[in-house]
């Protein structure tokens, strides 16, 4: 089963939003609940992944509070070359994903550009400077490309057997199953997107883990912002 969902028919724009500290509030409105269990096998690598870290849930759920401290994190970076790996770290950890890609637009071409990869759960999320998508080990760029043309979020249960992806040379080499990849508003008219994948089994992300993403967007744009500005800022004041 996949989904497509209109871009921005969520998420507020960037402009609207205070930061993380104002967003505790609507995310705790938003998420009264707990998702649905994760199956057993996958909730057992997180807790094993997770160690002696209390400070995130390991139960396979994602709630309001991990949403806000993946925010606040995210919020503290001020340089891109750290921001973007701790936002796709922080995506993954909060919607247990595996692995996964940050893509920017390079330059006025339009094509895309990957900013920050995690090839594995193994290892942190590190930043590249402008890797083409179709060398990257850690995005479909098919879907990637869809995304950002459409503006859709895309959803995918077992890209594996969907009948468009199905014979995808990225999708059949690393045996994904399940997909989720979604734009990010990033001033503008600006356009990113964040991609993630969970191989170890089928449908392990939802419209929840969706709306999750959207909040770390909305804070990791917020901060991209802050860091541009900070970088002009410090290279006005060199060039006195």
Known sequence: MSYHLPFGSRTSSPEKTQGAAA?????????????SEVRTSYERSVAADA?????????GVIDARSILEASRAVSAEYRLDRLFPVALDEMIACVF??????????????????RAERPS?????????????????????DIAYFVHRTGETVLLEDASSHPDYRDNAYISKHGVKSVVCVPVAAGEGERWVAYLENNLFSGA???ESVRALGDISEQLAISAGNATERKRLERNLADR
């Open 97 to 114: 994903a595996e692995r996964g890609s940050l893509l920017v637009r390079r330059g006025q071409t339009g094509s895309l550009a990957v």
């Open 51 to 59: 160690g002696a870290d209390s400070s995130r849930p390991v139960s």
């Open 205 to 207: 992300f939802t419209g």
């Open 121 to 141: 759960q193994d290892e942190a999320a590190r930043y590249v400077d402008s890797l083409p998508p179709d060398l990257s080990a850690s995005v479909c760029t």
């Open 23 to 35: 967003m505790a509030g609507r995310l705790e409105a938003s998420y009264p609940v707990f998702l």
